[in-house]
């Protein structure tokens, strides 16, 4: 498996530049709720003293759909923002901020289909090794 310091690390600056990024576009509610979701990176480095493997993958693991759902729902703000054309308003015009946290969103679901590729598969298969070999 890759670098899980490199993917971590660079799942924390980009989701910084997220965080900058909203507040300086003025939106405080949300570049907080973005700034929760970058400290689960941050945790990955070092939780509870120890740097284990498992933990670190969990971590990627977990902000990484965070972030999956933070894209989401804006991209989903925006393509419902079309139904404003129908009772005469203007459509949801996408800033900076979120264009930037659609980059953070697609490397993470890049993230999360790579994890679930390789480091939970290889779980799986050495919790089945260890138990076939138990019982035989």
């Given amino acids: 498996m890759r ?22 576009s003025g939106e405080v509610i949300f570049s907080l709720v973005i700034l929760s979701f970058s400290m689960v990176f941050l945790f990955g480095f070092r939780e509870y003293g120890t740097s284990n493997y498992s933990f670190k993958v969990a971590h ?19 393509l419902i923002s079309f139904s404003n054309l129908i009772i005469g308003e203007e459509v949801y015009k996408l800033s900076l901020a979120d264009a930037i946290l659609f980059i953070t969103g697609v490397y993470s679901v890049i993230n999360v289909i790579y994890i679930k590729k390789t480091a939970l598969r290889t779980d799986v298969g050495i919790q089945k090794s260890e138990k076939g070999s138990c019982c035989s």
């Fill in 3 to 24: 670098s899980l310091n490199r993917m971590l690390l660079t799942m924390l600056v980009l989701s910084l530049i997220t965080f900058i990024s909203y507040l300086l």
């Fill in 60 to 78: 990627l693991y977990v902000g990484s759909i965070l972030f999956s759902i933070a894209a989401g729902y804006i991209l989903l703000a925006f």
